[in-house]
């Protein structure tokens, strides 16, 4: 694991999410500021009832400085529409706040967040959680499931189903949407992505 300083000393204390917004471009708590071109912070009401967690920006959301606007966020708009969830009315994060990435050329490719970035970003999405109390979490792909939900929890076997983080708030996961968006079968995993998200509005 890599030794991070982490993001504890970053985030502020009080101030709402006006003041967690403010203070995640001063982060240093890991290597990442340094190639990224915007951090990106979480979107969405402060008293959201579902909370949606992703994995990390991809290489359009660093250019553009905000969350699910690429391709992977396209998909999401277009299943929460089908699923009968207003994206308005949820807030939508990542575990990871800057892009990891490695250049192909001119191309950035998307790098997994490694468990060092994981670790000492987690105090930017604990005081998320705490301030937006969501009455259910989503959780979008195993990186975002290793944050939340620890190392054991297999979204694939759990998809769908309730479960809790342990804290004790209300959570469901789901694939990320990246992995529908890249998928050979496009359209059956689509349908299953809307079931869960479904399943998500149902426990609320």
């Known amino acids: 694991m890599n030794d991070f300083t982490g993001a504890e000393k970053f985030v502020p204390d009080r101030g709402g999410l006006r003041a967690l917004r403010a203070a995640l471009p001063t982060c240093r708590g890991c290597d990442l500021w340094q190639d990224a071109e915007h951090v990106v912070p979480g979107e969405g009401p402060a008293r959201a009832r579902m909370m949606l967690i992703g994995e990390q920006p991809g290489d359009v959301e660093d250019k ?25 009315d949820v807030y939508l994060t990542n575990a990871v706040k800057h892009f990891r990435f490695e250049r192909q050329g001119k191309r950035r490719i998307h790098k997994t967040p490694a468990v060092g970035h994981i670790v000492a970003c987690s105090p930017w999405l604990r005081s998320e959680l705490g301030i937006v109390k969501p009455a259910l979490v989503v959780v979008l792909g195993s990186i975002a499931a290793r944050a939340v939900l620890g190392t054991g929890f297999k979204v694939t076997q759990h998809r769908g189903e309730p479960v809790e983080l342990p804290d004790g708030t209300p959570a469901t996961a789901t694939v990320h949407p990246s992995s529908v968006v890249r998928s050979r079968e496009y359209r059956r995993d689509f349908e299953l992505f809307v079931d869960d998200l479904r399943a998500a509005a149902a426990m609320l």
């Open 64 to 88: 553009e400085g905000h969350v699910f606007v690429g391709p992977a966020g396209r998909l999401l708009d277009k299943a929460l529409v089908a699923a009968g969830i207003e994206r308005d």
